[in-house]
Nanobody, 123 residues
Framework: QVQLVESGGGLVQPGDSLRLSCAAS????????VGWFRQDPGKDRKFVAA????????YYGDSVKGRFTVSRDNAKNTVYLQMNSLKPEDTAVYYC????????????????WGQGTQVTVSS
């Protein structure tokens, strides 16, 4: 069993940056692929980024390429999502999730999920 906790969300202006964290309050993320997804109310969860267990493979959704960076510190049992040049359309609840295997953009392939953290980009 793995319990994930996201943090770092908030209200920012367009062009600002935020760094989200995904930590395991129970279990570990160190040996797993971790993905980030986001969801607007009433819409499907969309893939943002993923990183494999070693950090050697990353994968990004088209809408965030060049602006977001996923990284991990296995010693701290934490995965990060650095979000730069934020846009209003990045507003959503952001979730992290784990899976066994390599990176994937398909939310159904992830097993354990956090409760999410709200990111709001508005002037």
């Amino acid at each position: 069993q793995v319990q994930l906790v996201e943090s770092g969300g908030g209200l920012v202006q367009p062009g600002d940056s935020l760094r989200l964290s995904c930590a395991a309050s129970e279990g570990t993320v160190s040996g797993a692929t971790v993905g980030w997804f986001r969801q607007d109310p009433g819409k499907d969860r969309k893939f943002v980024a993923a990183i494999n267990w070693s950090g050697g493979i990353t994968y990004y959704g088209d809408s965030v390429k060049g602006r977001f960076t996923v990284s991990r510190d296995n010693a701290k049992n934490t995965v990060y999502l650095q979000m730069n040049s934020l846009k209003p359309e990045d507003t959503a609840v952001y979730y992290c999730a784990t899976r066994v295997g390599s990176v994937s953009g398909t939310f159904a392939e992830y097993t354990y999920w956090g409760q999410g953290t709200q990111v709001t980009v508005s002037s």
